[in-house]
């Protein structure tokens, strides 16, 4: 097991490591808190990228025993201090993927923990909010499902492909409309299945994805995934989305809201 102490913030070193695609995750005394260091470390080796550790309490010795089963990850702990929103967001500037528990150590009932819808609006980086099945949990069904018919489609399309290729898994597409009132039909809606499978025949020829269009409520249909992940994107503007929220409350697996990767430009200014 490697270990590394935090690079001071504003410090140069010329030692300093590069989280750039690194994976971060959120640590306080909950289960959930555990449940998605976990997640998070095998997600990290599985990238061969080093895991950065914000604690909550940085005495608590409960992570190593995951470390210990990954000897070769690099892990970077870090105090939360008093604001571990702000440090998960300062976080994902530099990170690929923030890692959270469904609920913290001061929200052990249902619903979601209070960090959790402040860190989703203001991260800069995709988001992993870690619920659901232990075997979702733990990667064993062998799916990757990608909810489609929004704006977001082909951001949430792009994440969805990576896990699946780093995973090995098989591709699901998932598109959920409201079910019809009483003595009313509602037609199909397969447009956005349509062109989430354009998508992929030009970006991932090799998946053929499995594909479900279901009429009912988003709370039922994410409750009923056998599935180690659901990607969906943040379906608001200044917000979250309905859609979203839904998976946050409801889906029988971990939830990756995904957001566009940063453009860099690295062009010479004359």
Known sequence: MKM???VQPRRFSFWAPDFSRSVTVGVDTSESAYHAFEWAARHAWSLRTDLQVYLADPGDTTVQRVLERLPMLTAHFRP????????????SDSSATVVMGC?????RG???GSLVLPVLRRARCGVVVVRGRPQAIRGEYGWVTAAVGGCEDPVVLRRAVELCRTRRASLRLLHVHPPAQPGATV??????IRRAVLFLRTTAPELTPDVAVESRHPAEA????????VVVGKGGQHGIGLFT???????????LVARPEPVHDNRVMP
Do not use: F, I, K
Request: aromatic share 2%; net charge negative.
């Open 110 to 112: 249902l619903g979601l």
């Open 4 to 6: 590394s102490t935090a």
């Open 103 to 107: 609920r913290g150590e001061q929200h």
């Open 222 to 229: 994410l409750a009923a995934l056998d599935s180690d992940l």
């Open 187 to 192: 037609p199909r809606d397969e447009a956005a």
């Open 80 to 91: 939360t201090g008093d604001d571990p929103v702000a440090a998960l967001v300062g976080a």
């Open 245 to 255: 929220r839904a998976a946050l409350y409801h889906a029988s697996c971990p939830v």
